[in-house]
Nanobody, 125 residues
Framework: EVQLVESGGGLVQAGGSARLSCKVS????????IGWVRQAPGKEREGVSC????????YYSTAARGRFTTYADSAEQTVYLEMKNLEPADTAVYFC??????????????????WGQGIQVTVST
């Protein structure tokens, strides 16, 4: 059974930092791309980052670039999203997602086969 379990969300003040973790099991970790996807209330899902564990390729959205960093601990089968200088606009439910193909902003998020349950990140002013 494939499982992606997010942790680390919560309430953060604007300008602060947070680190999300995605613990992965049930797949061959090094053969998958793991992405972070967020969804704010009333908005569509938005790809935030993606890390290809095959070759280390990364993707960051325009909003994330320069503030967020994604990296993996292969021994722990965990992918992290380090977020700095958080803004209220970053408030969303953050999901981690896994696919054998590297992804950024697919036309249909349903193409990504494996998802975590999501975790809330709220950035207060």
């Amino acid at each position: 059974e494939v499982q992606l379990v997010e942790s680390g969300g919560g309430l953060v003040q604007a300008g602060g930092s947070a680190r999300l973790s995605c613990k992965v099991s049930g797949i061959t970790f090094d053969r998958y791309a793991i992405g972070w996807v967020r969804q704010a209330p009333g908005k569509e899902r938005e790809g935030v980052s993606c890390l290809n564990n095959r070759d280390g390729q990364t993707y960051y959205s325009t909003a994330a670039r320069g503030r967020f960093t994604t990296y993996a601990d292969s021994a722990e089968q965990t992918v992290y999203l380090e977020m700095k200088n958080l803004e209220p606009a970053d408030t969303a439910v953050y999901f981690c997602a896994a696919d054998t193909q590297f992804f950024a902003q697919p036309a249909n998020w349903g193409w990504i086969p494996h998802w975590g349950q999501g975790i809330q990140v709220t950035v207060s002013t």
